[in-house]
């Protein structure tokens, strides 16, 4: 078991949930929804739609060739650091992590709004690698990991609402960063927006982010008259899914065949989300849709996303999330086969594609780390899912480069879409293959 764990007594009984039975982890959920999106989005979505405006002022000598070249350091970065961002979790606690976060972010985009559009070297330093790493440090692995320390039998559920926290209130960053650049005159407001969110987020950690259960006198789940580790396991022993006792290292987790087919699985459902971003609108555009009509399959794909973490919070609990991962790579597959033999005259299946790309990556977000929490345990999880994360931004961030190759070359994207529509029936398939112990080890 890791440091930041801590140790567990058996001889003493474990205090009650806290007033009215009401369970912290709940809060611990919450928090980390909202730390998820004002730490590890908004510097993104801040990026998004300041750096276009900041790019038009005649004193910024930046094409857009370079522009995109920052958003590509900025992807990649967050995949490329996350091992080491697995391993501070792992050594400090996703508590510490978070606050590092914040406080690199609040410099880095104050440091951004004052000097960013000086050089292009300045901007891909501070935005693509500083923002990124600060941000990565506030999001994904900490956040998930935390979730997975506190909740066991309905870690599925846990990590499911915190996602859906994190969406419903990302819908409104975009709106709120525009009317602030609209209202100030300045791409620069954003990033001191930036800062001020981050401030909010560490606030947030520090009052109310705790590693571990133990940290408050509690067990996964709740607590119960038993020790700890007897807790854990009657929790483990009565879920309806596999989830191991023991924690595997991230060496024992390479060697399974599971952790491979946990990533083939995840993979594909990555590379349809890709295309869709790079070129889904170019696509339907490009066939004569209204960019109006576009723009709202784009709203719609935001909203199933959101309304299928809810959903699909209650099951995954319940069905083991690798074969609801399976569902998510039908849709995804089924949206890219629609893109692909799909006309101008089929708005309908315009808005099925976008339905579908929803449904698909909503999937995605909640059972993808859930599997490998469930499999592997919590002592290792930060680096598990730091190994795994690199391997979905790396090879999936080449989709927008290929597809956009494959276009060039046959003057469409439908092979693009074809080849990826097979890849995410390979990707269910191997979802089905994963096997699970008879019993927890």
């Not at 930041?4 to 007594?9: A, M, N």
């Not at 846990?158 to 791409?187: C, D, H, K, R, Y």
């Not at 784009?298 to 309304?307: F, H, P």
């Not at 059972?367 to 690199?390: D, E, M, R």
Request: net charge positive; with cysteine.
């Amino acid at each position: 078991m890791d440091e930041h764990e801590g140790k567990s007594g058996t001889a003493q009984s474990v205090p009650k949930k806290g007033k009215g039975g009401f369970f912290y982890g709940w809060v611990i959920t919450a928090a980390c929804g909202l730390v998820y999106l004002l730490l590890g989005s908004v510097s993104l979505n801040a990026g998004q739609i300041a750096i276009p405006v900041m790019v038009t002022q005649p004193d910024i000598m930046m094409d857009r060739t370079l522009v995109g070249l920052g958003f590509t350091v900025f992807i990649l970065f967050q995949g490329l650091l996350a091992p080491i961002i697995g391993s501070l979790v792992s050594k400090k606690g996703a508590r510490l992590t978070m606050i590092l976060s914040a406080i690199l972010i609040i410099i880095g985009s104050i440091v951004f709004a004052q000097f960013g559009g000086s050089s292009t070297i300045a901007y891909f330093l501070i935005f693509g690698v500083w923002l990124s790493f600060s941000s990565a440090m506030g999001s994904q692995v900490p956040c998930q990991t935390t979730i997975s320390m506190w909740f066991v039998k309905k870690r599925g559920m846990a990590m499911a609402i915190m996602m859906a926290v994190m969406g419903a209130v990302a819908f409104l960053v975009p709106p709120a960063i525009n009317a602030i650049i609209q209202s100030t005159g300045s791409w620069r407001s954003a990033f001191y927006a930036v800062a001020a969110a981050a401030v909010v987020g560490l606030v947030i950690v520090v009052l109310f982010i705790r590693n571990k259960p133990e940290d408050k006198g509690l067990v996964p789940d709740g607590s119960v008259d038993e020790g700890p580790e007897e807790a854990v396991e009657s929790k483990v022993d009565s879920s309806k899914v596999y989830k191991t006792k023991e924690s595997k290292t991230l060496a024992q987790a390479l060697k399974t065949p599971a952790f491979w087919l946990f990533v083939c699985a995840a993979l594909p459902l990555y590379f349809g989300f890709n295309i869709n971003v790079s070129a889904g609108v170019l696509h339907f555009s490009g066939m004569g849709f209204d960019p109006g009509i576009v723009a709202l399959g784009l709203s719609i794909q935001g909203i199933v996303a959101l309304i299928v973490r809810f959903l699909i919070a209650p099951l995954i609990d319940r069905i083991e999330p690798v074969r609801v991962l399976a569902f998510g790579g039908i849709a995804m597959a089924l949206a890219m086969f629609i893109a692909s033999f799909s006309s101008a005259n089929d708005s309908v299946l315009m808005f099925v594609y976008f339905i579908c790309i929803g449904a698909g990556w909503g999937i995605n977000l909640v059972c993808g780390p859930t599997c490998f929490a469930n499999y592997f345990g919590n002592g290792n999880f930060s680096k598990i899912i730091g190994v795994a994360l690199p391997i979905f931004s790396i090879v999936a961030g080449m989709i927008p480069v290929i597809s956009g190759a494959v276009f060039s070359s046959a003057g469409s994207y439908n092979p693009a879409y074809i080849g990826i529509g097979v890849c995410c029936v390979i990707g269910v398939v191997c979802s089905l293959l994963v096997r699970f112990p008879k019993k927890a080890e």
